[in-house]
């Protein structure tokens, strides 16, 4: 363990490195529950960093973009920034258009968890989200385990508990760039995607409830191909969203291989596991002269996120498997990004 800073209140951080015998290494940080770094082994010795982020605590204080945090209580977009449980209406933010996105205020990546467990191979922080915390009801406490295995995965585990009915839907949001976090532009780099279908999404990017075929669409992502070669073409989704910027239908369900990312320029791949229905991807498009780690200065499409979760806006659509969690009983998920190098 090791400061990473002092907040604005005059709490410090802390940032938690985890090594493999592999010789790869993550460094995790207790404010926003952050995967910080992830540092691959590349030929002549080599260590790349394959994440964005930011030198210090003060970077992640003001960066708006969530970058590698725990973000929740309920990722991704709620329509009308309400919702109702059993009858009753719970009012949220609207702080994207008349929408919530990422929970509306008071963001989890913008807060302090708590250390609770820290070894070699894994750290675990935990929050409690009081009832009424972003408008969400009931007492939640939610905690996130980091685990560096000996395959090389970056393991993510969310565990919480309410005392009422609510919403839940955490998500790690880290942007990936397999050729290093200062290489600039991802869209030489390929990616795939386990998916048939995306929930297609209107220009508040609120899914309609439609699920639409990816065959012979530029959303087609089920062979690997170039992130950028088809980022540009006549079509609405592209268009609404300034690039990809969606919500992909996993097939199969448990635990399971669902995307995956190469970079032909280092010869580092990543594959993506959850037990999730859906997974966001998301080309940094709303990214700009974003200052990160090093003096880099972070721009638009400069890298991809894969967000597993439930689907946006779940809670408005019977045809969606919903993020409702029921009193006392767990919200229990696993996300693990498995590096390579070929």
Same mark, same amino acid.
């Given at each position: 363990?090791?400061?990473?800073?002092? %907040?604005?209140? *005059?709490?410090?951080?802390?940032?938690?490195?985890?090594?493999?015998?592999?010789?790869?290494?993550?460094?995790?940080?207790?404010?926003?529950?952050? @995967? &910080?770094?992830?540092?691959?082994?590349?030929? /002549?010795?080599?260590?790349?960093?394959?994440?964005?982020?930011?030198?210090?605590?003060?970077?992640?204080?003001?960066?708006? &973009?969530?970058?590698?945090? =725990?973000?929740?209580?309920?990722?991704?977009?709620?329509?009308? &920034?309400?919702?109702?449980?059993? /009858?009753?209406?719970?009012?949220?933010?609207?702080?994207?258009?008349?929408?919530?996105?990422?929970?509306?205020?008071?963001?989890? $990546?913008?807060? @302090?968890?708590?250390?609770?467990?820290?070894?070699?191979?894994?750290?675990?922080?935990?929050?409690?989200?009081?009832?009424?915390?972003?408008?969400?009801?009931?007492?939640?406490?939610?905690?996130?385990?980091?685990?560096?295995?000996?395959?090389?995965g970056?393991?993510?585990?969310?565990?919480?508990?309410?005392?009422?009915?609510?919403?839940?839907?955490?998500? +790690?949001?880290?942007?990936?760039?397999?050729?290093?976090?200062?290489?600039?532009?991802?869209?030489?780099?390929?990616?795939?995607?386990?998916?048939?279908?995306?929930?297609?999404?209107?220009?508040?990017?609120?899914p309609?409830?439609?699920?639409?075929?990816?065959?012979?669409?530029?959303?087609?992502?089920?062979?690997?191909?170039?992130?950028?070669r088809?980022?540009?073409?006549?079509?609405?989704?592209?268009?609404? *969203?300034?690039?990809?910027?969606?919500?992909?239908? %996993?097939? /199969?369900?448990?635990?399971?291989?669902?995307?995956?990312?190469?970079?032909?320029?280092?010869?580092?791949?990543?594959?993506?596991? =959850?037990?999730l229905?859906?997974?966001?991807?998301?080309?940094?498009?709303? @990214?700009? +002269?974003? $200052?990160?780690?090093?003096?880099?200065?972070?721009?638009?499409?400069d890298? @991809?996120?894969?967000?597993t979760?439930?689907?946006?806006?779940?809670?408005?659509?019977?045809?969606f498997?919903?993020?409702?969690?029921?009193? +006392?009983?767990?919200?229990?998920?696993?996300?693990?990004?498995?590096?390579? =190098?070929?």
């Open positions: 363990m090791q400061k990473f800073g002092i %907040l604005k209140n *005059g709490e410090e951080a802390h940032l938690y490195s985890l090594k493999n015998q592999n010789g790869m290494e993550i460094k995790v940080s207790d404010f926003g529950a952050t @995967l &910080a770094q992830v540092l691959i082994p590349a030929s /002549g010795g080599r260590m790349i960093d394959v994440v964005a982020g930011y030198d210090d605590v003060t970077g992640y204080e003001k960066g708006e &973009a969530s970058i590698g945090a =725990t973000v929740g209580r309920v990722a991704n977009r709620i329509g009308g &920034a309400s919702f109702e449980i059993e /009858g009753k209406t719970y009012l949220l933010t609207a702080n994207d258009g008349k929408n919530t996105l990422h929970g509306g205020r008071d963001f989890y $990546p913008k807060r @302090l968890w708590k250390t609770v467990e820290a070894d070699e191979s894994h750290v675990t922080f935990e929050l409690f989200s009081p009832d009424g915390d972003q408008g969400f009801p009931g007492n939640f406490t939610v905690s996130v385990t980091y685990t560096l295995t000996e395959e090389n970056v393991k993510i585990h969310y565990h919480g508990v309410s005392d009422q009915d609510t919403l839940v839907n955490m998500i +790690n949001h880290s942007y990936f760039n397999l050729a290093g976090h200062e290489s600039g532009s991802v869209l030489s780099q390929e990616a795939w995607v386990d998916a048939k279908t995306y929930t297609r999404a209107d220009e508040e990017s609120i309609t409830g439609e699920f639409v075929s990816v065959e012979g669409t530029p959303m087609d992502f089920r062979t690997r191909k170039v992130i950028g088809d980022i540009e073409a006549d079509y609405e989704a592209l268009i609404l *969203g300034k690039g990809y910027d969606h919500n992909y239908v %996993l097939n /199969g369900s448990g635990f399971r291989k669902v995307a995956g990312m190469y970079a032909k320029e280092t010869g580092i791949g990543m594959e993506v596991y =959850t037990d229905p859906g997974v966001h991807l998301y080309t940094a498009n709303y @990214l700009e +002269n974003e $200052p990160g780690k090093g003096g880099v200065v972070y721009q638009i499409r890298f @991809l996120c894969f967000e979760q439930y689907f946006p806006d779940a809670v408005h659509k019977e045809q498997e919903g993020p409702i969690v029921k009193a +006392n009983e767990a919200y229990d998920t696993t996300t693990e990004y498995r590096f390579y =190098t070929e």
